[in-house]
């Protein structure tokens, strides 16, 4: 492990449940804004500061709606045949954030006049953010600003922002302004994407619509505030403006001395996006308003916070002894929650809802470090997730269609279905992801037996993307006729263009024994249903037959000589590099060496067949994987964040302590303590939902093997103990070990077996528990 992946120091003070900023720095803007996101699945705000700067600042103003994106033309230096014509960026949308304070004339910025206290938190618990502080203004009035803000998991369009004024040593003028700016943009896009179809004010709600110039997508915003003095509604009357392609309310407020001002601001969007067949949104947006502004903000935000309680009670991880971890955790599975789409149509990004980077998209990221984090806690999201891929299929088989495949191959970058990605050794040669959807849905219907998803959309992809396999690869004389698949990259995307790869052969076996396992099974859950998609997906016997023929022969990666699965068919030949040796401002090799250079070493990007020995792993002994972790350890930069954390995992698994808790902690706490110092681009939501497999498949051992859960826990020797939850098949157990005991408890459900190591326990009834002592 290199020395520079130890962990770093903490840039927020340690806290169990808040993340901090008690000391307001300019220099920090864009990696705090990432941080202080905020975000409902829907709707994501990156915490951008309100009121703005005086001076330029570096930074990334951006509020965003899952699914909503705009396509530009890709521009190729060379052309070749099948590659993408369109990218899709995930779009900047209309500022709803602004708002400006002045104080007598004097306007109020962070960097202007004096910041005597201050105190930004995310409150992971409540999931919303508050900034506190007093400020001095350059003329000497002190005034106290307290904002708070939410974006509800209530009501998905919605979001709350409440702002508290009190001047301190005078009395006088306070202006305050609050907009819509529809002038936005992102920083990665040529054209400006939206064009304003209408504004104004109606009955105090400031609107605005807009539409995309390419991707015809439509989206409405609007704002309605509420003012109170000294608690009581003031009755207030704005001055508007309406500009080009702004809307603007400013009220004049005679304030005392001590007196206070509170502004509720309710916000609302609503789109008409790629799936939504919505006549009228703006009508939707007013009406929400509405009825937001009735309820009140204190009833909207409790709706919200018990959102929240809920989705800490069934999801929450406690760690006994190592608070930076405790936060860090905490941290990961909050910004899971804000991000991940939840209506089968968007899905997670992989920066979530929290920035520009990888403009918004879609990877396997979901399918294959996200969806386990939802599948084993909240499984209605897990479900969402997998839906995504039924209602993408169709651009799955459009784009094997224009790769000459039959049946149908997922994009490797994505947000409406499309392949976006100009960079096909590191996108399309990734076949690999037709694997990665078919797992998610192999383990779906594992933990939950939801026979109607797996006939009514599940078999649909799994037999068309097998397709893509047995005719992807081909049965090769000078290999004993195995079933070899060639030219693909393997989730290590240092090694390009590689034949067999040891991880896509092993997946597209399991995803070709599942076709025909599903074949079987649809025959005899229901007839009808088999013939009729059958007959629809013009699916004969012989194609089953060779799906059978290619699994059965498929050609699985070991070297006799080496003791270990060789990572592709050149991997080993290649010459070997001191990974040690590279300086750190050469990292990543991605941006710093040329790919001919990347891949004529012995160097992985990220964990490729340790990923295989993880999600496969009752085909491999221990010490198989000992001896692949030996060998793949000492060659990995980790400069993917998908990589730390499955290393921690099968270091775990092997007895490698040490490893298992230094790779946790980088996993962790990757994106608090910035260890690759791009957080400013957006959090990486698969490291987060990482982090979560740390420890309950690294530290608790858990795989599932034959329908069960199989737990091996131990204590990592830092902690005092630890706990989580895990749902599997509508039982809710509690596991939790601590130094002389493990612990589990069936909260919810029907009666439970599994096994504690070798021994297999069973627990009947709700609130009963079983407890082994070391
Ligand atoms: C990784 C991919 C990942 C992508 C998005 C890349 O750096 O190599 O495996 O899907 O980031 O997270």
Redo the contacts with the bound molecule.
């Keep these: 492990m290199r020395s520079f992946h130890k962990n770093k120091k903490a840039i927020y003070s340690y806290d169990e449940w808040n993340i901090i900023e008690d000391e307001f720095k300019i220099e920090n803007n864009y990696r705090n804004e990432t941080i202080f996101s905020l975000g409902n699945g829907y709707i994501g705000f990156r915490g951008n500061i309100e009121e703005g700067f005086a001076k330029k600042t570096e930074g990334c103003k951006g509020s965003y709606i899952n699914g909503f994106y705009e396509s530009e033309k890709i521009i190729y230096g060379e052309y070749q045949y099948a590659f993408p014509l369109w990218g899709q960026t995930m779009l900047n949308i209309m500022d709803t954030q602004s708002l400006e304070i002045y104080v007598d004339g004097e306007k109020f910025t962070m960097d202007n006049g004096v910041v005597l206290d201050y105190c930004r938190t995310l409150h992971m618990k409540e999931g919303k953010l508050t900034r506190y502080l007093i400020w001095k203004s350059p003329k000497g009035r002190n005034i106290e600003i307290y904002m708070e803000k939410f974006i509800s998991l209530h009501n998905s369009h919605l979001s709350g922002f409440r702002l508290k004024l009190t001047p301190l040593n005078f009395t006088g003028k306070v202006k305050i302004v609050s907009s819509i700016n529809g002038n936005v943009t992102n920083k990665n896009l040529r054209d400006k994407a939206l064009i304003t179809l209408d504004k104004g004010v109606d009955k105090n709600i400031l609107y605005m619509m807009q539409q995309t110039k390419t991707t015809k997508f439509q989206i409405a915003c609007g704002i309605l505030h509420e003012i109170f003095i000294n608690n009581k509604s003031a009755d207030l009357q704005a001055s508007y403006s309406i500009e080009e392609e702004s809307v603007t309310a400013s009220w004049e407020i005679d304030a005392e001395e001590n007196s206070t001002i509170l502004v509720d601001k309710f916000i609302c969007y609503d789109t008409n996006r790629k799936h939504e067949k919505k006549d009228n949104i703006l009508k939707n947006v007013k009406s929400d308003l509405y009825e937001a502004c009735k309820k009140g903000y204190n009833k909207l935000l409790n709706q919200h916070e018990r959102y929240m309680k809920n989705f800490w009670d069934n999801t929450d991880i406690i760690i006994n002894g190592d608070e930076a971890l405790q936060q860090g955790i905490r941290f990961n599975m909050l910004q899971l929650l804000q991000s991940t789409g939840r209506d089968g149509y968007t899905n997670i990004a ?1 920066k979530g809802l929290t920035g520009e980077g ?1 403009e918004g ?1 879609y ?3 979901t399918e294959t470090y996200i969806l386990p984090f939802f599948l084993y806690n909240n499984p209605d999201i897990a479900k969402a997730l997998v839906m995504y891929r039924y209602y993408t299929l169709d651009s799955a088989r459009q784009r094997a269609k224009e790769l000459d495949h039959p049946g149908a191959l997922y994009p ?1 970058r994505t947000i409406g279905g499309e392949e976006t990605s100009a960079y096909f050794e ?1 996108s399309t040669a ?1 076949y690999h992801i037709n694997a990665d959807v078919v797992y998610a849905i192999k383990k779906y219907y594992e933990a939950t037996d939801d026979k109607e998803l797996l006939l009514n959309y599940g078999v649909e992809i799994v037999w068309e993307t097998a397709r893509l396999w047995a005719d992807r690869g081909g049965f090769i004389p000078l290999r004993g006729n195995k079933f070899c698949i060639h030219e693909v990259t393997g ?3 240092y090694k390009a263009g590689v034949d067999n790869n040891c991880y896509t052969n092993y997946m597209a076996q399991m995803h070709l024994y599942y076709a025909v396992e599903l074949d079987d099974f649809m025959k005899k859950e229901d007839l009808e249903k088999y013939e009729s998609l059958r007959k629809r997906l013009e699916l004969k016997d012989e194609e089953v037959q060779l799906w059978r023929r290619a699994a059965e022969n498929m050609y699985l990666p070991y070297n006799e000589e080496l003791g270990i699965n060789p990572q592709d068919d050149t991997f080993i030949y290649k010459e070997p590099y001191d990974i040690e040796s590279i300086p750190v401002e050469r990292l990543p090799l ?1 941006f710093n060496w040329h790919p001919l250079n990347i891949w004529r070493y012995q160097v992985c ?2 964990a490729d067949v340790l990923l295989l020995m993880l999600l496969q792993s009752e085909k491999f002994s221990i010490e198989l994987k000992k001896a692949n972790f030996d060998y793949y350890e000492p060659k990995t930069t980790h ?4 990589s730390a954390c499955v290393f921690s995992v099968i270091a775990s698994e092997i007895g490698y302590k040490e490893f298992a808790y230094n790779y946790f902690m980088q996993t962790a706490r990757m994106d608090l303590d910035d260890y690759n110092n791009n957080v400013n681009k957006g959090v ?3 490291s987060m939902a990482g982090a979560w497999m740390c420890i309950v498949n690294g530290f608790s051992g858990l795989r599932i093997y034959d329908n069960k859960l199989h737990f091996k826990p131990y204590l990592p020797d830092k902690w005092k103990s630890y706990e989580f939850k895990i749902t599997f098949k509508n039982s809710k157990l509690r596991i939790q070990i601590s130094k002389d005991k493990v612990v589990y408890r069936l909260m919810k459900g029907k009666d439970i077996s599994f096994y504690h190591f070798d021994k297999e326990v069973v627990i009947l009834g709700e609130n009963n528990q079983q407890s082994f002592f070391e």
Excluded: G, M, N, R
């Excluded at 400069?639 to 998908?642: A, C, I, W, Y």
């Design positions: 992989a990888y998209h990877f396997w990221d490797w590191a990734q989730p290590d995307e991605v990007k990220q400069d993917s964040s998908l990486h939501t698969a």
